[in-house]
């Protein structure tokens, strides 16, 4: 029974929609807007957009400092 309920499991995650990139824009309201790594237009000449890697954004995505400041709401006003 275990192995059959395993299995479903693991098929769930498969069918699970992956993280997208999503393009930077004023379309992005919140933070809940941010689903993926935010790709910026060429000619963009904001920091951000020359510092944030996609290595950078995989760390940090999902981290919350002690008084519950994401790093999602530290990057969106640049995003």
Known sequence: MYNGVKAMIDKEKELMPKEVDIEAGSHLITTDDLKGFP??????KSLLSKHLTKEVWDSLKNT??????TFKQAILSGC
């Open 39 to 44: 790709i910026f237009p060429p000619g963009t």
């Open 64 to 69: 919350v400092d002690k008084h519950g400041f």
